[in-house]
């Protein structure tokens, strides 16, 4: 009888075998929710584009937190909706300001059992929408900007927040950031750095999210798609300032950056599977298109095995559900 004398299919003959042989595992504990707290609001509010995903009150909040504890989760990234907006994005200092509250409250909930991580980031707090604040001829300015971000870095700090995400894309931001944390003796707060950070449409449910009041693009401060060697410049910049962790996104669309970082990162990778890319799984889940546990398991699935060691994504909780409920979906298919 004559055939092939080397059948890779021995090994995908049964689930045990595959199980014994996967190299890409998923676990809770490397998956992080992004969560958005708003200001203001009687009741946690349904985001459209983001089936599922809400905007919480200060106490819903707290709750999700505390069922990200029993999920298993690693983490939770908090976003704050405030109720005024102004060109300065005063709201991100103010200690009264929603995300710097919400970041104690759910602090205090949670404790040490799961890492407290805070968006750094002006957009949510400015009236134009922008990463930072702007010059007098309404560009971007960057080193005015890093001053902001050094007194939302305090203030975060000073709410209890374990880990400040660094998503601005300002050059220089996890210098200045960490400078002035260790000036003010938070040695301990963790900097995870947007090391490549990309434009992409696919943000466009997050904007709802956060009622976003952007006009225009961020093309100056983010990354264009088509550029890979820009990552490792931006890779090399954040290490050498201080990030203690580092993320690409999104993550789904930019596997290959993924894997350069890793392959070059002296520190954890992390990649962020954004709003666009949970909203096109549910929406054609919803659709009957896809299957939806399939779907939502095999694109982390992407992201781990392109290199990214932790995941942010909107689909963390129910992903951690499946994976303790079943051991079949530790190895996807
Ligand atoms: C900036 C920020 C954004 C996201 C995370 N941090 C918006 C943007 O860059 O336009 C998007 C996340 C998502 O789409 O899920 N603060």
Redesign the pocket.
Known sequence: MSGPADRPRRLRQSPAVRRLVAETRLHPAELVL?VFVREGIEAAVAIAAMPGVRQHTLDTLVAEARACVADGLGGIMI?GVPQAKDERGSGADDPDGILNVAISRVRAAVGEDLVVMA?L?L??FTDHGH?GVLDAAGRVDNDATLERYAAMALAQARAGAHVLGL??MMDGQVGAVRAALDQAGFTDTILLAYAA?YTSA??G???EAVASSLVGD?ATY?QDPGNAREAIRELGLDLAEGADLVMVKPAGTHLDVIAEVAARSSVPVAA?Q???EYAMIVAAAERGWIDRERAMLDSLTHIRRAGAQIILSYFAREAARVLATTGRAHVPG
């Open positions: 992004p976003f968006d980031c957009d949510e990463c998503s601005g950070k696919l943000y449910p997050f904007r961020r983010q962020y954004i709003s666009g």
